[in-house]
């Protein structure tokens, strides 16, 4: 498989897990970050742009998965690895955000 199958793999699961915050909270419809607020990625944006901000990173994940679906065991590793990579990255700045940091 080509090295740009990983990297397509590893950009899907970035956005899937991406999108899952900001599409649950837009959802439960509480204010939430996204690159919309001011300042960006600090500030609250309102819960429908947060809907929207999550289904499109869902969409795009999703597109990616399809066209790049992955093959074997190491494409659903790198995958996750994408997934974890964000997973991780938003939950320290989410945290600090949250915390009263910038």
Not at 60 to 79: D, E, I, K, N, R
């Amino acid at each position: 498989m080509p090295w740009y199958f990983y990297l397509l793999e590893f950009l899907s699961g970035m956005f899937l897990a991406n999108g899952v915050p900001h599409f649950v909270q837009g959802i439960s419809g509480a204010p939430f970050q996204s690159p919309f607020a001011k300042p960006p990625g600090v500030g609250e944006s309102s819960p429908l742009s947060n809907v929207l901000w999550g289904f499109g990173n869902l969409v795009v994940g999703f597109v990616l998965l399809h066209y790049f679906w992955p093959w074997g065991c190491a494409g659903w590793v790198v995958l996750g690895a994408g997934a974890l990579a964000m997973s991780i990255q938003l939950a320290l700045h989410f945290g600090k955000v949250r915390a009263g940091g910038s």
